[in-house]
C-alpha cells in the first residue's frame, strides 16, 4: 500500500457518520462477556455470535470497519464465507487487533506493559494477505495511588510507536490506542492531566520512530470522572474537557479520532460523543467512535446464545450503530434513542 492508500484508508475510517465496531476480545475477555449471558466460550459459539454482528445487513451505512481477534480473522460465516471477505464485501474494513496483551510491569507495581513486538513484522504480513487494512494496539494506563509513572507511560508510549512503524512498513493503518482507564475513584481533572500528559508522550515517541502523522487514527479513553469517584462530570463538561485535552496534544495532520466507552454505559457513550460533535464543529479532526462494549452490550444481552434471538441481537446492534452515527454528526436526541 501506497503512502496515499495509507491516507485513504485511515479517512475513510473515519468517514461522515460512519464508525469503527470492535469485536477484537481476546478469549479471557470473550470468555467474562459470554459468562455475563451463562454462554460458554466454544469456538462454534464465538463464531455464531460474531457471525452475527458482521452480517448484520444494514450495519455498513454506519460501519466503516471492524476490529477482529486472530481467531475471528481465520473463521468463516455460516455459509463458508472467510470473515475478512465478508466484510470486504459489504465495503467494511476488516481490521486486527494485533497486540497480545497488557501484562503486569516489572518493577511497577499495579501498572501494565503491553506486549506482541516479536514476529510483529511477519504476524502483520500475514494479516495482510487474510485483509486487514489495520490494526489495532491497545496500551493501559492506571490512575490510582502514585500511577501512573513516567516509566510505564514512556514504555508503553514507545511500544506503540515500534508498532505504528511496523504496520506502516507494512501497509496497514495503526490504530494506536493508549487507553487511560476510567476504573477508579478519580476525578475528571486527574483524568484530564493523565490523558494530557500520556498523549504528548504518545506524540514523541511516535515522532522519534518516524512514523508519519497523517497515517495513523488514534483511539483514546474521553476525558472522564472515575466510576468510583464520588462526584460524577455532566455529560458537556466530558465533551469539553475532552476536547481541549485533545486540542492540547494531537497534531492537526491526524486524520482522525475514535473514542473507546471504556464501560461507560452504551447511551452515556453516545450521549458523550455527540456533544462533542454538536458543540465543536471545527475541530482538525473528526471524532468517531471504536466501541466494543457500548455497541455490543444490548446485542449480547437480546442474543442470550440463542438462534431464535439472533433478529431481535441484530436489531439491537444496528440501533446503537445508528445513534452513534448520528452522534459523529451532533444529531443524536432522546427520541432517536427511544424509537428501538
Ligand atoms: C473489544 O475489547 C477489546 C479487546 O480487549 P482485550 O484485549 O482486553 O480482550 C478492547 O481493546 C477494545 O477494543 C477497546 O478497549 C474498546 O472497547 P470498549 O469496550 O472500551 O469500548
Known amino acids: ?29 470473550i ?46 460465516t455460516t455459509d463458508g464465507t472467510p470473515f475478512p471477505q465478508a466484510l470486504i464485501k459489504q465495503g467494511i474494513m476488516p481490521g486486527i487487533k494485533v497486540d497480545t496483551g497488557a501484562k ?23 494479516y495482510k494477505k487474510l485483509g486487514a487494512k489495520f490494526a489495532k494496539w491497545r496500551a493501559v494506563i492506571t490512575i490510582g495511588d502514585g500511577i501512573p509513572s513516567t516509566g510505564c507511560i514512556e514504555a508503553n508510549a514507545h511500544v506503540l510507536a515500534r508498532y505504528a512503524a511496523l504496520c506502516q512498513e507494512a501497509g496497514i493503518v495503526p490504530m494506536v490506542e493508549p487507553e487511560v482507564l476510567m476504573d477508579a475513584d478519580n476525578t475528571i481533572g486527574r483524568c484530564y492531566e493523565v ?20 497515517h495513523i487514527i488514534l483511539k483514546i ?5 472515575g466510576k468510583k469517584c464520588k462526584t460524577q462530570a455532566g455529560v458537556q463538561e466530558v465533551a469539553d474537557q475532552t476536547v481541549r485535552c485533545l486540542l492540547n496534544t494531537v497534531p492537526a495532520a491526524l486524520p482522525g479520532i475514535v473514542f473507546l466507552s471504556g464501560g461507560q454505559s452504551a447511551e452515556l457513550a453516545t450521549a ?12 482538525p479532526w473528526p ?5 466494543g462494549r457500548a455497541l455490543q452490550d444490548p446485542c449480547l444481552k437480546a442474543w442470550a446464545g440463542k438462534k431464535e434471538n439472533v433478529s431481535a441481537a441484530r436489531a439491537a446492534l444496528l440501533h446503537r450503530e445508528k445513534c452513534n452515527s448520528l452522534a459523529c454528526l451532533g444529531k443524536y436526541t432522546a427520541e432517536i434513542e427511544q424509537a428501538a
Open 1 to 29: 500500500m501506497s503512502a496515499q492508500e495509507l491516507e485513504t484508508t485511515a479517512r475513510a475510517m473515519v468517514a461522515k457518520g460512519k464508525g469503527i465496531l470492535a469485536i477484537d476480545e481476546s478469549l479471557p475477555t
Open 31 to 76: 470468555k467474562k462477556r459470554f459468562d455475563s449471558i451463562s454462554v460458554e466460550s466454544t469456538e462454534e459459539n464465538r463464531r455464531a455470535y460474531r457471525n452475527l454482528l458482521i452480517t448484520n445487513p444494514g450495519g455498513n451505512e454506519y460501519i466503516s470497519g471492524m476490529i477482529l481477534f486472530d481467531e475471528t480473522m481465520r473463521q468463516t
Open 104 to 126: 503486569d510491569m516489572a518493577g511497577h507495581s499495579n501498572e501494565k506493559i503491553t506486549e506482541g513486538l516479536d514476529g510483529l513484522r511477519e504476524r502483520l504480513a500475514e
Open 195 to 214: 490523558t494530557l500528559v500520556t498523549l504528548k508522550t504518545v506524540f514523541n515517541e511516535l515522532f522519534r520512530q518516524r512514523v508519519a502523522i497523517e
Open 221 to 225: 479513553n474521553m476525558v472522564i470522572s
Open 272 to 283: 458523550h460523543l455527540n456533544a462533542m460533535n454538536a458543540k465543536y464543529k471545527n475541530l
Open 287 to 291: 471524532l468517531s467512535f471504536s466501541y
